[in-house]
């Protein structure tokens, strides 16, 4: 079993892999969920260019910049103690060239604290993905849907389900793998897929629509807390229903202020 006292590192998580237990991801974007995931025992924190929908109401992650992530990251980082910290590289900081990737995701590590990046796309991304893992910033992989692609992949949709978009599949994950990721997300992939990925690779999978077979499992935090109650996918499970309860402590709130009941004696200073 994980030492729940010990800090996740990159090899802890490939030795988990190796002893069959399951890595546990969540996105996180402050540094109080940050204390509360810790202290809960998950494994990975990632955060997410996904703010960028979830916190800042953009329709996709495409305009999500550097500054953002930088600042998300970097109060996540204050937050954790055992977790490992995972920037997601937004859009255009890391496509144009090796050298470029370099410049910011060594930024990114430098100001934040954080202990690896995160990059969507596979074998044209394995010459950028050896450049940095042979400096010394770690890397994991993303593959399957990539939501900085959306568009080119016409929406939010599974993908792998062809025999040709399969075996693309198979040898990105090997590139990436062989470019020297610790890691790879595989996000709405047939789980028969999935499970062929992981079992052909030496690092873990970390599944997101993509089935039981995948090495670890990821969801976004206020999807699965039931805070973004107006966000429905197949592969989501509800863990919690805080919407409705942020609701109605609001509500009570609103009433108690309304009508004089709050503050009372007890909240009060006498002198």
Do not use: W
């Amino acid at each position: 079993m994980a030492d729940e006292t010990k800090s996740v590192t990159t090899h802890e998580l490939l030795a988990m892999k190796e002893r069959g237990e399951r890595i546990v991801v969540l996105t996180c974007y402050d540094a109080l969920f940050a204390r509360l995931l810790d202290a809960s025992g998950v494994d990975v924190l990632l955060v997410g260019d996904s703010v960028n929908q979830v916190l800042a109401g953009a329709e996709t992650t495409l305009s999500a910049t550097l500054e953002q992530m930088i600042y998300h990251t970097k109060i996540v980082r204050r937050g954790a103690v055992r977790a490992l910290v995972v920037c997601d590289m937004p859009f255009l900081t890391y496509q144009v060239t090796p050298q470029e990737a370099i410049r910011n995701c060594g930024r990114v590590m430098q100001e934040t604290a954080c202990h690896a990046v995160k990059l969507e796309g596979g074998a044209p991304m394995a010459e950028t993905v050896r450049a940095l893992v042979d400096i010394g910033i770690p890397v994991m992989g993303h593959l399957g849907l990539t939501p900085q692609s959306v568009h080119a992949l016409g929406g939010y949709r599974v993908q792998g389900r062809d025999e040709k978009t399969a075996e693309r599949l198979k040898a990105d994950a090997k590139a990436l793998e062989e470019a020297g990721a610790f890691a790879i997300v595989l996000e709405l992939v047939p789980a028969p897929l999935a499970s062929q990925i992981t079992k052909s690779l030496s690092i873990p999978t970390i599944g997101i629509g993509a089935g039981p077979a995948c090495d670890g499992q990821v969801l976004v935090l206020p999807d699965m807390l039931g805070l973004n109650d107006r966000f429905t996918a197949k592969f989501v499970k509800r863990y919690a229903a805080l919407a409705e309860d942020v609701r109605e402590a609001v509500k009570l709130y609103t009433a108690e202020v309304r009508e004089g009941r709050y503050p009372g004696p007890e909240h009060s200073f006498p002198k």
